[in-house]
């Protein structure tokens, strides 16, 4: 199984910060990473598919890049509403695998 | 608008069997892969099942495999999952999802249900 690995595990963010995550691949998926946003008590939303393409309706703050082994994940301009946990996921091949996430936090 | 609702959660004895239901809406189910993912209290997600539109391809993690059955009634628009010889590991909040996409993108997510396996 591709393995997938996410860091940091958690960060301490402030409102108006440059939020960038990390997500590394065992192997190469191409450009078939998702990320997605849960926050607490809720389900997970989809907001980034294939590493860069925003989903419907997701604000333009959130970014994604990467092909291969090796994808980031960027909030420009970090809202309150945007604390939650982070998680990558690949969609390369089954089974479809996702990263530990990582968490965002107050300072 | 999409809405997925699942059922069926509750309290089960590790090696008893239990079946998750999820109720689709908003959209045509036929025309849709599903699939189940599971989160385990306070830890990450773990896709467990996917089922194809017609329900003859069916896939599986080696976590669940021969334990685990997805099917699908696309005239009633719902989507299961049949656990049987269940462990304590099994112990997760089960997510009924569709992708969006791609095939295996998950777009859509239903609330969850828990399911709690303990003696």
């Known amino acids: 199984d591709i393995v997938m690995t996410q860091s940091p595990t958690s960060m301490s963010i402030s409102v108006g910060d440059r939020v960038t995550m990390n997500c590394k691949a065992s192997q190469n998926v191409g450009s078939n990473v998702d990320w997605y946003q849960q926050k607490t008590g809720q389900s997970p939303k989809l907001l980034i598919y294939?590493?860069?393409n925003r989903y419907t309706g997701v604000p333009d703050r959130f970014t994604g890049s990467g092909s291969g082994t090796d994808f980031t994940f960027t909030i420009s301009n970090m809202q309150a509403e945007d604390l939650a946990v982070y998680y990558c996921?690949?969609?390369?091949?089954?089974?479809?695998?996702f990263g530990g996430g990582t968490k965002l936090e107050l300072k | 608008e999409v809405q997925l609702v699942e059922s069926g959660g509750g309290l089960v004895q590790p090696g008893r069997s239990l079946k998750l239901s999820c109720a689709a809406s908003g959209f045509t189910f036929s025309n849709y892969y599903m699939a189940w993912v599971r989160q385990a209290p306070k830890k990450g997600l773990e896709w467990v099942a996917t089922?194809?539109?017609?329900?003859?391809?069916?896939y599986y993690p080696d976590s669940v495999k021969g334990r685990f059955t997805i099917s699908r009634d696309n005239a009633k628009s719902s989507l299961y999952l049949q656990m049987n010889s269940l462990k304590s590991e099994d112990t997760a909040t089960y997510y009924c999802?569709?992708?969006?996409?791609?095939?295996?993108?998950?777009?859509?997510w239903g609330q969850g249900t828990l399911v709690t396996v303990s003696s």
């Open positions: 089922i194809s539109t017609s329900g003859s391809r069916t």
């Open positions: 294939k590493a860069s």
């Open positions: 996921m690949q969609s390369n091949s089954y089974p479809p695998t």
């Open positions: 999802a569709r992708p969006g996409a791609t095939v295996v993108t998950f777009a859509y």
